[in-house]
């Protein structure tokens, strides 16, 4: 059987197999990118605090899972979270193993590494805002909530793009690593795949040149919405 035929949309193909991945691939990066979201604002708001107990619970988390192995975090939250999850069952007088599923920790595990990359993101964004813009809303007796969502949230989003398409890159290759959960996403599945046929360097450069596609896409991707970003705000900028 030649190589075309081996990734290929035929019978013994593994072409339909490889783009499924893909798509795996691309789902669990999306749901950790959102898990981030989450805990990024949540801990830039705890280090942007005026509390000294909030910034020092911030500046441990982004410092933790910025320097932890991001391998030990997925084993720590699928194989600790597993052994957690039937422990619990045992105390409601469940007997057996409860795993949990590969793709909701794997996503997770990945989404906490992300998060405190995007925490400093979005810290380094609100610093980017205009004070006197801050100031002039509030001059003009604008209250907090307001002022957040009219002032602050469109321009941090906006400042915080760029870093942002950074994380997504990282997340997009540390998705690699929830293979070890057993989640047939991308590198999981280029693995059998090469074991199943002996054809290892295929296999492997054409889910190296798969995840090449994701990341150019994805590059290209958030480099529009910069430029639609900026191009909305200099409008906006226009029109006062």
């Known amino acids: 059987m030649s190589w075309i035929d081996l990734i290929g949309f035929g019978e013994q193909g593994r072409g339909g197999i490889l783009l499924w991945?893909?798509?795996?691939?691309?789902?669990?990066?999306?749901?950790?990118?959102c898990v981030g979201a989450v805990l990024g604002a949540i801990i830039a708001a705890a280090k942007l605090s005026a509390s000294r107990p909030a910034r020092w619970l911030g500046d441990a988390y982004t410092t933790v899972f910025r320097g932890a192995p991001e391998l030990l975090v997925i084993y720590l939250v699928y194989f600790g979270g597993s052994q957690a999850v039937t422990a619990i069952g045992k105390w409601l007088n469940y007997e057996g193993f409860l795993g949990l599923p590969s793709f909701l920790a794997g996503a997770f595990a990945v989404g906490l590494i992300s998060g405190a990359y995007q925490a400093e993101v979005y810290r380094g964004a609100y610093h980017a805002v205009s004070r006197g813009e801050i100031d002039a809303a509030r001059s003009i007796g604008m209250g907090t909530m307001l002022r957040f969502r009219r002032i602050l949230v469109p321009q941090i989003l906006r400042f915080s793009l760029p870093g942002l398409g950074n994380v997504w890159q990282l997340s997009l290759k540390d998705s690699t690593l929830i293979s070890v959960t057993g989640l047939a996403e991308l590198m999981r599945t280029s693995q059998i795949?090469?074991?199943?046929?002996?054809?290892?360097?295929?296999?492997?450069?054409?889910g190296g040149a798969l995840y090449l596609v994701l990341t150019t896409l994805s590059d290209r991707?958030?480099?529009?919405?910069?430029?639609?970003?900026?191009?909305?705000?200099?409008h906006s900028l226009g029109r006062r």
């Open 221 to 234: 991707i958030f480099s529009f919405a910069e430029r639609r970003v900026a191009r909305s705000f200099r």
């Open 193 to 206: 795949a090469a074991g199943s046929t002996k054809q290892y360097f295929l296999f492997f450069i054409v």
């Open 21 to 33: 991945a893909m798509g795996i691939t691309l789902a669990v990066t999306a749901a950790s990118l």
